[in-house]
């Protein structure tokens, strides 16, 4: 089941999700790249993971490959 793939509407931040409690971001900001890894913690944080499992808007389905094209830039 782990990991998926999710991304934002605006392809602005794409997500790999390890498992129901963490994930590891991309964020295209300008000509930057930004890569953190999140492990939920609190609250607010479970119920951001469930909503991009679930594909709830702003999320929606990506690829491996469309996150690792992003990694590499």
Not at 1 to 18: C, E, G, T, V
């Amino acid at each position: 089941m782990y990991p998926q793939y999710r991304k934002l509407l605006n392809n602005k931040s794409f997500y790999k999700i390890l498992s129901e409690h963490s994930f590891e971001e991309i964020q295209l900001v300008g000509s930057s790249v930004i890569t953190t890894k999140t492990t939920a913690a609190k609250y607010p944080e479970f119920i951001r993971i469930k909503d991009m499992i679930d594909c709830k808007t702003p999320f929606e389905s990506s690829t491996k490959e469309e996150f690792d094209i992003h990694r590499k830039t």
